[in-house]
């Protein structure tokens, strides 16, 4: 089985003002370089669904996503909060991103591919049940993580969230929820300043110190993560995949390169 590789155009046209470090320019980077590498035509391409209002609802309070249809603006940007706002194709773009996390679970969970890839935005990690939050509009992967419990019957999920902010609306949605593990590393003091001290059997949260590597990951993921995971033996496994902990990223402060990267990824599999 390959890769399923999932986007949608409107994805592309969720803007929150010219100068935002959360552009469009994320996804056509992403698939100039598979294009470039000769990676794009090994995959399966798939155009992400519009996921619904009663899927949304698995993971966010119906007032919230009512509210969320009805700030969505004709034209210009509503701020929704102090880092989020939407534009006239936010909605859609969000909604799509959602079901980019549904479709992928169908995949992988009806034997269709091994894998999938969700290339999509605004992100969703911070969104939590009745609340957006750091450029997250509604949960994507906790959109995704709910299919699977309802729809499969799944009995354990868990979810791996390596980006440099902790995953505090993933935490917030299932935090209670003992069939779903969060295993989140993230920089410790940094936005959202949550998750340092809220751990518990399934929410494996480990802060890090600006400036980690790779060596302090790795120890993260081998003596925090793998134990964890060990005894909970989740059936499925969703990937917060933030690559802003890279050395490059200029609004962050931790040390890792490429090959961190690909040992995690490796690490998952």
């Known amino acids: 089985m390959t890769t399923a590789f999932i986007t949608h155009p409107d994805t592309l046209l969720h803007i929150m003002d010219g100068n935002h470090p959360e552009s469009p320019a994320?996804?056509?980077?992403?698939?100039?370089?598979?294009?470039?590498?000769?990676?794009?035509?090994?995959?399966?391409?798939?155009?992400?669904?519009?996921?619904?209002?009663?899927?949304?609802?698995?993971?966010?309070?119906?007032?919230?996503?009512?509210?969320?249809?009805?700030?969505?603006?004709?034209?210009?940007?509503?701020?929704?909060?102090?880092?989020?706002?939407?534009?006239?194709?936010?909605?859609s773009a969000t909604l799509h991103a959602s079901g980019a996390a549904i479709l992928a679970t169908d995949l992988v969970m009806q034997g269709k591919a091994a894998n999938a890839f969700c290339c999509t935005r605004p992100p969703g990690h911070h969104a939590g049940r009745a609340?957006?939050?750091?450029?997250?509009?509604?949960?994507?992967?906790?959109?995704?993580?709910?299919?699977?419990?309802?729809?499969?019957?799944?009995?354990r999920v868990a979810i791996i969230d390596f980006d440099v902010h902790h995953g505090d609306g993933t935490e917030d949605i299932f935090k209670y929820n003992p069939q779903v593990m969060l295993c989140s590393t993230?920089?410790?003091?940094f936005y959202p300043h949550r998750g340092f001290d809220s751990r518990t059997k399934t929410m494996i949260n480990v802060p890090l110190a600006a400036n980690a590597d790779g060596k302090k990951y790795q120890q993260a993921f081998s003596h925090e993560f793998l134990p964890a995971l060990n005894q909970f033996k989740p059936e499925i496994i969703y990937v917060s995949a933030g690559f802003d902990a890279h050395v490059d990223d200029p609004l962050a402060g931790m040390n890792l390169i490429d090959q961190d990267y690909i040992w995690m990824t490796e690490f998952i599999k």
Do not use: W
């Open 26 to 91: 994320r996804i056509t980077a992403i698939k100039n370089y598979l294009i470039k590498q000769d990676v794009y035509n090994h995959l399966a391409i798939y155009e992400s669904p519009v996921a619904t209002d009663a899927q949304l609802a698995k993971v966010h309070s119906t007032d919230y996503i009512a509210r969320i249809r009805a700030l969505s603006p004709k034209a210009g940007l509503v701020r929704l909060d102090p880092d989020t706002a939407m534009g006239p194709m936010s909605l």
């Open 131 to 155: 609340n957006s939050a750091g450029f997250c509009i509604f949960n994507h992967i906790a959109v995704g993580v709910a299919h699977a419990l309802t729809q499969y019957k799944v009995k």
């Open 186 to 189: 993230f920089q410790h003091p």
